[in-house]
């Protein structure tokens, strides 16, 4: 009984420390969402982008790892810049599906890119830490928990707290949450828009890049990193789309929720159910709660 | 003269007469090429029908659906395992049967239409693309139990006669996308296409006319999806030439979502200006890069280049023409006649 | 006043202590009126009083908390947008809802849905009946957009029209459904005194020669007091005047209204 217990608790927390690299790529959707009012749905291809690059400057070019790393970001902060100016701007008064149209349209410009760029065969990142279980855990707790699992969560958990703190503490977090509501009267009140979105898409370009190498270095830096990217849509659907925390308890749960089913119920289907259980998951919450856990309440007037 | 809608007017007619003269005599006699058949018009017919399934639930109906391909499997998967099992069952019977079988999945995940729309709409249609792909794969009975993961399609046995020759595939493809196109434009032109885009430009408008948004929406999914179960059938009989999953996965349906914003919103014809354009384009990249660069360019270069152009285009056309090409066309032909006229 | 081709009856929609809030902000309070077969109706009240919130209660879209709307001696159980126009309630919105990529007799003909009951099988294969059917609701399109006099427009896109015309194709798709009774939102917000007397000539001319009930929301006083029989005035959700134009004019309360007397 008790092992069942504790393992109970390792698939768990399996679960959690998975769901917080969905957090950190929902993170950086949100972020993009606050300061444009876009639907990114590139915010995967740019996690494959941002950690292709980096692994590129490092095994291509020699680069140092922190430089390879701040040469990413800046390349990042880049691609976000064309992408306010060519892509978000002149849609400005459409619709929100026309948006949403224009960056699965910029995630094709961006997946083909990379691979123009860096080339299409899996690449090997590593960052010194190994997909094994940490023997002190293991031993002392008899959990198993991956080191790499727990360097994500950590790392994820720390660049959330940044976050906060940088949105809700600093002026230009404030210059930010009043974009958000409304563009045209934030800058006529004299808040700089320009940097505000630069501070935005840097930081939504770090979060992917971070992303990307968690994922990256567990299972390689490959296209694949899309697909799994993907599954950060009904992670906000659950935490809603304009939330800081709900993507990051979306993702938790999805985490959670997706191994567990995996484990006590997959195996009387042939397993696998992790591909679709999460969609089905947002399914049900889009039923009893559209607005998502943290989300505002839309109330549609006629 | 008033035009009068849905009898269709004499100039209709005609180009129906000479696109079937050029589909059924001039291209059968003309075209002896295996690679034609196969490679290109089979293809772009059996993507044109799909493109058009998804044109009526997102260019005709507003909602953004992304599991063209799901449902596409579910027809393709149906239509192999009628023809296994039920013994006698006619190709074209099969065929129809497959289509309503997909429809019944594209009620069953549409019903999320009528809570949500958008991108909420989007993720939960994802949920069929993942889940129907993912239970074709793990229950055994769809694949007839083969382990090797990629099964032969039957031939096309059609009253007795075998249709497996290029020339003869494409030919019954025609036979099946030409009544499917004209009842498609029927539905678009008449009181049904009107629900569809009344529930797409205002939905409490269309219901304060008496039009139910749970009727239409769900009628939509389902008429969507019997198109791009009938499309999957065709596709993986003619086409792959065998059933295997992972060839209807995401990225197909992707490729049918840009057929259809490439080609242009709510039009039947944008099906298959935009079916055309995501085939061929490739294929002159390859030529392009066989013949001028004389293969100094890889292969896997040349499909990212390609996946640029694509992002490329969709993102100008949402910008400058969201009604896509065959708007564009439309435009191109008013001014070439104006060009004429002045004469 | 000449003898009207359909004399006022007696009432044939009322409305019974509806109250509507949204969290906890109340839009109306407590407010009954009834509209009589074959009048015109108006609703006036200044900005926010409650008057466009109360024609989405009579027609389903808002679900008010308390009160009941009783049409033709029933009383709807469940008020919704498409169970009242089965009933033969049609209506036009405050802020324009046209189909917008749809031409302006396509806009038109959606009005017609309840008068088709061809489905999409016979539609999809062009039976005989679909095509008498389309046959039939295209002429009557026809006759209402001679009406309106907009044949020169029939087949533009509505979104690419000025919005005096908008309101008027709004008002043709209502006319479509052959309704008994239509809800006009400010059917003359935002147009010259030109459109607006034609646009009175019209809802005068319905009423008169197909006896429909016109319910309308209206600015314009002037307008109010010449074409309406009776007027309700509302004020922050309640009502604080009922009855015809002259004796809602001397109407103490509705003059405070107004001119903005204090509270």
Not at chain 1, 188 to 215: D, E, N, Q, R, Y
């Amino acid at each position: 009984m008790a092992d069942q217990i504790l393992f109970f608790i390792e698939v768990v927390v399996g679960g959690l420390l998975a769901g917080t690299m969905y957090s950190l790529v929902a993170l950086g959707f949100v972020l993009i969402y606050k300061a444009s009012a876009t639907f990114n749905f590139s915010q995967g291809a740019m996690v494959f982008f941002a950690v292709l690059a980096f692994v590129g400057f490092m095994q291509d070019f020699n680069v140092p790892f922190v430089l390879a790393f701040f040469l990413a970001v800046f390349l990042m902060i880049i691609v976000g810049l064309c992408t306010e100016r060519l892509v978000l701007r002149p849609l400005m008064n459409q619709s929100e599906d026309t948006l949403l149209m224009a960056t699965i349209g910029l995630g094709y410009v961006l997946e083909g890119l990379a691979q123009a760029m860096w080339g299409v065969e899996v690449r090997r990142l590593d960052l010194g830490i190994k997909d094994f279980p940490i023997p002190w855990i293991a031993d002392n707790l008899k959990l198993f928990i991956s080191a790499i699992d727990l360097t994500a969560g950590i790392v994820a958990f720390g660049m959330i707290i940044g976050l906060t703190l940088l949105f809700k503490y600093t002026k230009m977090g404030l210059g930010l949450r009043a974009v958000a509501d409304d563009a045209g009267a934030a800058s006529s009140i004299g808040i700089p828009l320009k940097h505000i979105m630069l501070l935005v898409w840097s930081a939504a370009g770090v979060v992917a890049l971070v992303a990307g190498m968690m994922w990256g270095a567990r299972a390689g830096v490959q296209f694949a990193l899309v697909d799994l990217a993907l599954k950060a849509l009904p992670v906000l659907i659950i935490g809603g789309f304009s939330s800081i925390p709900g993507a990051i308890i979306g993702g938790l749960l999805i985490g959670a929720v997706e191994k567990v089913l995996e484990v006590y119920i997959g195996p009387f289907f042939g397993g696998a159910i992790e591909g679709w259980a999460p969609y089905v998951l947002a399914i049900f919450f889009l039923l009893y709660r559209p607005e998502g856990l943290f989300g505002e309440k839309i109330i549609r007037r006629v | 003269m008033k035009p009068i809608f849905m009898t269709y007017t004499r100039g209709d007619l005609i180009n129906l007469a000479i696109l079937l003269i050029v589909g059924v005599v001039v291209i059968p006699m003309t075209v002896s090429s295996g690679y034609w058949y196969t490679s290109i018009l089979i293809p772009w017919l059996c993507l044109a029908l799909a493109t058009i399934g998804q044109q009526i639930i997102m260019g005709y109906t507003g909602q953004l659906a992304l599991g063209a391909a799901g449902f596409m499997a579910a027809g393709a998967f149906a239509c192999f395992n009628l023809i296994l099992r039920v013994p006698g069952i006619p190709f074209v019977g099969a065929l129809l049967i497959s289509g309503l079988i997909a429809a019944a999945f594209g009620i069953l995940f549409g019903l999320p239409s009528l809570r949500v729309r958008g991108i909420y709409l989007m993720v939960a249609t994802l949920a069929s693309q993942f889940f129907i792909i993912w239970m074709i794969d793990k229950f055994g009975w769809f694949k007839n139990y083969d382990s090797s993961g990629i099964i032969t399609a039957q031939d096309i046995v059609i009253m007795g006669k075998p249709f497996t020759s290029p020339v003869e595939m494409y030919l019954v493809i025609v036979a099946v996308v030409t009544p499917m196109t004209l009842i498609a434009m029927n539905m678009a032109r008449g009181s049904t296409g009107r629900n569809w885009m009344s529930v797409r430009d205002m939905d409490i408008a269309a219901e304060s006319m008496g039009v139910s948004l749970l009727k239409t929406k769900l009628q939509a999914f389902a008429i969507s999806s019997f198109y791009c179960g009938v499309a999957g059938a065709l596709f993986a009989f003619t086409y792959l030439k065998s059933l295997e999953p992972v060839a209807f996965d995401i990225k197909l349906s992707f490729k049918v979502l840009f057929m259809v914003i490439l080609g242009g919103l709510g039009t039947i014809n944008g099906a298959f200006i935009g079916a055309a354009f995501i085939l061929l384009f490739p294929v002159l990249l390859n030529y392009i890069g066989n013949n001028v660069f004389h293969g100094a360019i890889d292969a896997t270069i040349i499909s990212a280049i390609e996946q640029v152009v694509f992002g490329v285009l969709m993102i100008i056309f949402m910008i400058y023409e969201p009604l896509g090409m065959a708007k564009l066309w439309e435009t191109i032909k008013i001014k070439i006649a104006g060009l004429f006229s002045k004469k | 006043m000449t003898e009207r081709n359909f004399p006022i009856g007696g009432p044939v929609l009322e409305v019974k202590n509806i109250s509507l809030s949204f969290g906890g902000v109340k839009a109306i309070t407590d407010t009954s009126f009834n509209v009589l077969e074959h009048e015109i109706r108006a609703i006036i009240g200044p900005n926010g009083a409650g008057k466009s919130s109360m024609l989405n209660c009579i027609n389903g879209i808002y679900k008010p908390q308390v009160g009941s709307v009783t049409y033709k001696g029933e009383e709807i159980q469940k008020v919704t947008p498409n169970i009242m126009a089965q009933k033969g309630i049609s209506r036009t919105f405050q802020n324009l809802a046209l189909f917008k990529r749809m031409s302006v007799l396509d806009n038109i003909l959606v009005g017609r849905k309840l008068h088709t009951t061809s489905n999409f099988m016979e539609v999809a294969l062009q039976l005989p009946k679909a095509k008498r059917e389309e046959k039939v609701n295209r002429d009557r399109c026809e006759e209402i957009v001679e009406f309106l006099e907009i044949e020169d427009i029939k087949n533009t896109p509505v979104g690419k029209l000025p919005y005096g015309l908008q309101k008027k194709v709004e008002l043709g798709r209502a006319l479509a459904t052959d309704a008994n009774l239509i809800l006009l939102d400010e059917p003359m917000a935002g147009m010259n005194v030109e459109e607006k007397r034609e646009m009175c000539r019209f809802i005068l001319k319905v009423n008169d020669e197909i006896g429909t009930t016109m319910v309308l929301i209206e600015h314009d006083m002037g307008v109010v007091m010449d074409i309406s029989d009776r007027v309700v005035v509302l004020d922050y959700g309640k009502v604080i005047g009922d009855g015809t134009p002259d004796e809602v004019r001397s109407n103490q309360r509705v003059i405070d209204a107004y001119l903005g007397v204090e509270h």
